[in-house]
């Protein structure tokens, strides 16, 4: 099965080494965002997706990108 880890911490999932990673800048723990900000969760989600199409090597990471989310 596909996946796709969304991640704040490079250390620890450098560390596990998942088959693709999609980095946010936010706090630990709310690796979506805030509470309640449904656009930007959306947001994340839509690149998560996305990385899952375009990532062919192992441990394929990305860095999220707000200006891209608009695509």
Do not use: C, Y
Not at 13 to 20: A, D, E, G
Not at 48 to 60: D, M
Request: aromatic share 4%; proline share 11%; charged share 20%.
């Amino acid at each position: 099965m596909p996946t796709v880890e969304i991640a704040t911490n490079r250390g620890p999932t450098s560390l596990v080494m998942p088959p693709r990673v999609l980095f946010t800048p936010h706090e630990r723990g709310k690796n979506l965002g805030t509470p309640g900000a449904t656009d930007l969760q959306r947001a994340i989600l839509r690149a998560a997706l996305r990385l899952l199409e375009t990532a062919h090597e192992p441990f394929t990471t990305q860095d999220w990108e707000p200006e891209l989310a608009l695509t």
